[in-house]
């Protein structure tokens, strides 16, 4: 039985970890291949992929460890429970259901924006429970319903109105921005700052307009978009 694998994919270094077999038996197989590899993977983005294991916290901690120790960095995660992905979310890891489509099966296009940096043009909505994770720039045309996520490395604009979630600029990236034609999410993020609650905020407008949000004076502040950066 195949404790542990890693594969080349296109989307990345994937670890895969068998979803049945006793975790700590799991950990062991790890750190055997890690180092095996003798820092092959050090400073290397990969994505974890633990498959419909029903991961809990104490687990989640020893492999943290593990792979920090080796310096790997941690893309995102794939796992098929909804407890996990939690879990993982909470732990301040991105993560999705499943591995991204190809490209034909998709109607989602990856391009060049300026800069060199990727980004994701995405022609359809979210709805409830549905997430897209992308590590450049996401650009939605529809709308981000209540329940639905966007999770992104760069700047997201939706060209639509904005009532879920979005974290723009994971992890660690305060110049991005969100732009919507009506922002009114459930939950702002930008980078490590979250938007505080405001009473007054959310009812700042009755009238729908474009708006901006960006981290000002280290807090999220929303202003109407004009055009320009």
């Given at each position: 039985?195949?404790?542990?694998?890693?594969?080349?994919?296109?989307?990345?270094?994937?670890?895969?970890?068998?979803?049945?077999?006793?975790?700590?038996?799991?950990?062991?197989?790890?750190?055997?291949?890690?180092?095996?590899?003798?820092?092959?993977?050090?400073?290397?983005?990969?994505?974890?992929?633990?498959?419909?294991?029903?991961?809990?916290?104490?687990?989640?901690?020893?492999?943290?460890?593990?792979?920090?120790?080796?310096?790997?960095?941690?893309?995102?995660?794939?796992?098929?429970?909804?407890?996990?992905?939690?879990?993982?979310?909470?732990?301040?890891?991105?993560?999705?259901?499943?591995?991204?489509?190809?490209?034909?099966?998709?109607?989602?296009?990856?391009?060049?924006?300026?800069?060199?940096?990727?980004?994701?043009?995405?022609?359809?909505?979210?709805?409830?429970?549905?997430?897209?994770?992308?590590?450049?720039?996401?650009?939605?045309?529809?709308?981000?319903?209540?329940?639905?996520?966007?999770?992104?490395?760069?700047?997201?604009?939706?060209?639509?109105?904005?009532?879920?979630?979005?974290?723009?600029?994971?992890?660690?990236?305060?110049?991005?921005?969100?732009?919507?034609?009506?922002?009114?999410?459930?939950?702002?993020?930008?980078?490590?700052?979250?938007?505080?609650?405001?009473?007054?905020?959310?009812?700042?407008?009755?009238?729908?307009?474009?708006?901006?949000?960006r981290v000002k004076d280290e807090?999220?502040?929303?202003?109407?978009?004009?055009?320009?950066?």
């Amino acid at each position: 039985m195949e404790l542990f694998t890693i594969k080349g994919l296109k989307s990345g270094p994937t670890f895969l970890f068998n979803d049945q077999a006793p975790f700590p038996a799991v950990i062991t197989a790890v750190e055997e291949e890690l180092a095996r590899g003798n820092g092959f993977f050090r400073d290397s983005p990969v994505i974890l992929h633990f498959g419909s294991r029903v991961l809990n916290k104490e687990e989640w901690w020893k492999l943290k460890e593990v792979l920090h120790r080796e310096g790997l960095l941690l893309r995102y995660a794939v796992a098929t429970m909804s407890t996990s992905r939690e879990l993982l979310y909470k732990e301040g890891l991105a993560v999705r259901e499943h591995l991204p489509l190809p490209a034909h099966e998709t109607k989602k296009v990856q391009a060049t924006a300026a800069g060199g940096s990727t980004a994701l043009y995405v022609r359809r909505s979210l709805r409830s429970g549905q997430k897209e994770v992308f590590d450049g720039e996401v650009v939605l045309v529809g709308d981000v319903n209540q329940g639905a996520e966007i999770l992104a490395g760069g700047d997201v604009i939706v060209v639509g109105t904005l009532r879920g979630v979005v974290h723009a600029g994971y992890p660690d990236n305060a110049d991005a921005v969100v732009i919507a034609l009506n922002l009114v999410p459930l939950q702002l993020r930008i980078g490590p700052f979250i938007a505080r609650n405001d009473e007054e905020q959310n009812h700042r407008r009755t009238q729908q307009r474009p708006e901006i949000a960006r981290v000002k004076d280290e807090r999220i502040v929303i202003e109407p978009y004009q055009g320009k950066l």
